[in-house]
């Protein structure tokens, strides 16, 4: 099959993809969590139900200032608000107490300095960024050229900029929050997105090592090849993940999702985009050289 | 070849057993009952490897802390010292609460110093973070004589303090060569320790730290130097302690709770519950899918991944690694990494028999040739999961947190899955297909 007759196809279908993220981001930013902004949730079991109303009423009236509640799991209620000491998360408690909710218990806390968020980023990025070096080099020894490496890291870098984005629209319309383990799966994302893609760069490699021919050509052959490859192993994924996000804890609900998204995205990008990439760059390379070499 | 795969088949079967033993719970009730009679009613205790599967904070409920040093009047030559002294001094604290398996760690960013406490199970943390965060108090005091006989003799608290000394060191004796420790004072603390000296002639001089007496050093004579050396039967190690624990004092950096994160026990439970729940049917669909798709191949792969399951948790086990729910998603990634490698080699192996040849010759070519692949894409994983775990504990990069659990298991994962994926599924293959021609 000509997979690469559609590569404009592919390329309208990433930008529109890229530009829907930054869109989402520009116009609704990122549903920061504490992680990141800094302040305080705290989780609380009530033994009789009560209204999320009554808590942020009360919770006002003596002056706490509670950026919101929600009702989470099994009528659990999470409350977050700005920075909080000893002596308010223990008034709390005394306050949620006289509602008619029954026993309180405080079953999860979570206080982060302002300093925190900023320190994570600075730790991801660094880490990113030396992940990407050592499989760009890794990438390029390998497959001995240099265009393998990077497109397989443009490739990464596509996947997870999108799931950035994706976490910004879940977050508008779902409420999803991106904290730590959102991190975690952004990483988790870059080094499958990359795997995936070493997988059919390998195909390549062997094709033209064996039968030659153009680039393109084989570029299609090493796409058919591994398709059906890439769609059983990401079904694999997904069931474990689907699983997670339907059975497992409202604590790792959107963590699954983020690393099934990070999947079917990881997935993707190796046929249509890396492959893409790195068959334009060769025709642009080849009709340089050739401009070049007239010109000579 | 073929005549070795019998006995790799063994190696492969002792590993299973061995693991599916450390795997089992430590404690195993056994009841069976006939016709409502309870004919055997004991329980089965492991005797050897019976190691616990550690769970992190997040799962079996815990506080995790993180404390911002003020280190910003200790000169920078200093600073690591000031830190592991203070580290120290908040182990002792940890200690004084009984907690089991606590973890202290200091962590250096961008000039921020900071101390992080794990305190798994524990329930009052008020009272935790109160005790771990106060500032380490060292003052001096002098024995006071019962006024009547047959009391016990008192301490009195005296005015010089950890804010008099200047800081202390390991040296030896001149003469013996024995370790002893060599306490500075400044000029105000040399002033009080001259007279302090001067009246306790002959007496001890007890040096109290968070009020624990930690030396009762006799003074021998006056001091006036500004210098003194506690002398005494002591080891290496317990002089570089009584230093550390004296520059506790004499630096007595102040530190400020800046993050908590305190997750009940109950809430733990119900994630490991739901967790592993999500796991087994995962799992479970996982092995359903191998088998529609890929027939007796697929079988293979199942027993391949089972066999993955259990030499995974019994390293978790041996390890030990302390998992949390970053860590039990670095786990189903490498499953699903673990499967790839079998996708990747069956795959390769419908494409030969495609192509007509034996199949013998087919298998061997496709694990051959799958293996390239498997090789050059688990490598740049690894890779991956080799700067978030960051072994080397550099200071740029994480150094605790869900981060590094996750990565830990990631890696784990796709070393056994290696070693599963490829040694284990190729011999069992290798054995159902001989046995399969055999009886041709």
């Known amino acids: ?296 | 070849m073929y005549r070795k795969t019998g006995r790799r088949i063994v190696v492969i079967l002792i590993i299973t057993l061995v693991s599916l033993y450390i795997s089992l719970p430590n404690i195993i009730p056994v009841k069976i009952n006939y016709k409502d009679k309870s004919i055997v009613d004991t329980v089965l205790k492991k005797r050897f490897l019976a190691n616990d599967l550690r769970l992190g904070l997040d799962l079996i409920g815990g506080s995790y802390l993180v404390f911002e040093v003020n280190t910003s009047d200790i000169s920078l030559e200093k600073r690591a010292d000031a830190l592991s002294s203070l580290k120290d001094v908040m182990e002792k604290r940890v200690n004084l609460f009984g907690i089991a398996e606590p973890n202290i760690q200091i962590s250096s960013f961008e000039g921020r110093d900071r101390i992080i406490v794990e305190l798994p199970g524990v329930r009052d943390t008020k009272e935790a973070i109160e005790l771990i965060g106060k500032t380490a108090q060292l003052t001096f005091a002098e024995v006071v004589e019962p006024a009547e006989e047959g009391e016990e003799a008192s301490l009195a608290i005296t005015d010089l303090t950890g804010a008099d000394l200047i800081d202390s060191e390991v040296g030896f004796d001149q003469v013996s060569g024995k370790p002893m420790v060599v306490v500075r004072f400044n000029d105000e603390g040399k002033e009080k320790f001259s007279k302090l000296t001067e009246k306790n002639i002959n007496k001890p001089l007890p040096i109290i730290l968070d009020g624990q007496v930690i030396s009762a050093p006799v003074v021998q004579d006056k001091i006036d130097g500004g210098t003194a050396q506690i002398s005494g039967d002591f080891t290496l190690d317990e002089a570089k302690d009584l230093s550390i624990q004296l520059n506790a004092g004499a630096l007595p950096a102040s530190v400020e709770l800046i993050s908590e994160r305190t997750v009940g026990a109950t809430l733990g439970r119900e994630s490991v519950e739901k967790s592993v729940r999500a796991g087994v049917v995962g799992l479970l669909f996982v092995l359903v899918f191998m088998a529609v798709f890929y027939g007796k191949l697929g079988l293979v792969a199942d027993i391949g991944l089972i066999i993955f399951g259990l030499i995974t948790l019994s390293l978790y086990k041996l390890i030990p690694v302390v998992l949390t729910l970053p860590g039990i998603a670095g786990f189903l990634l490498s499953v699903g990494m673990a499967v790839d490698s079998n996708i990747l080699i069956f795959e390769r192996f419908r494409e030969e028999r495609r192509g007509g040849v034996n199949i013998i010759y087919a298998l061997e070519t496709s694990f051959d040739r799958a293996w390239d692949s498997i090789k050059d894409a688990n490598i740049a994983t690894l890779l991956t999961a080799f700067v978030l775990a960051n072994p080397l504990n550099w200071n740029f990069l994480h150094t605790s947190g869900p981060v590094r659990g996750f990565a830990i298991t990631l890696a784990l994962g796709i070393g056994i899955s290696l070693f599963t994926g490829i040694f284990v599924s190729r011999n069992l293959l290798r054995y159902f297909i001989r046995e399969g021609s055999d009886n041709k």
């Open chain 1, 1 to 296: 099959m000509n997979w690469m007759k559609y590569r404009p196809f592919y390329l309208v279908l990433s930008v529109f993809m890229i530009a829907l993220s930054f869109y989402g981001i520009i116009r609704w930013s990122i549903n920061l969590g504490v992680d990141f902004l800094g302040g305080a949730m705290i989780e609380y079991s009530f033994s009789e139900d009560v209204s999320t109303e009554d808590v942020s009423s009360s919770l006002n009236e003596e002056g706490f200032d509670v950026a919101s509640v929600q009702v989470i799991g099994d009528g659990n209620i999470l409350i977050r608000l700005a920075e909080v000491d000893t002596k308010s998360r223990e008034r709390i408690k005394e306050i949620l107490g006289e509602l008619d909710g029954g026993e309180v218990v405080e079953v999860r806390y979570e206080s982060v300095g302002p300093s925190i968020g900023p320190e994570l980023i600075k730790k991801t990025v660094y880490a990113v960024i030396i992940s990407a070096g050592g499989i760009l080099i890794w990438v390029a020894l390998q497959f001995r050229s240099l265009r393998f490496g990077v497109s397989a890291i443009l490739a990464m870098f596509h996947d997870s900029f999108i799931l950035v984005g994706s976490s910004s629209i879940l977050g508008y319309f779902f409420g999803m929050e991106v904290d730590f383990l959102f991190v975690t799966a952004l990483l988790t994302t870059l080094s499958f997105s990359v795997h995936d893609t070493i997988v059919v760069y390998d195909r390549i490699r062997e094709i033209r090592r064996k039968r030659g021919g153009e680039f393109d050509d084989i570029a299609n052959r090493a796409i058919s090849e591994t398709m059906r490859r890439s769609i059983n192993n990401s079904v694999t994924i997904i069931l474990m993940l689907l699983a997670l996000v339907i059975l497992g804890g409202t604590s790792t609900r959107w963590f699954a999702l983020a690393l099934l998204v990070g999947t079917v995205l990881g997935t993707y990008s190796s046929p249509f985009v890396a492959v893409p990439l790195l068959v334009t760059w060769g025709e642009v390379a080849e009709k340089f050289k050739r401009v070049y070499n007239k010109k000579v």
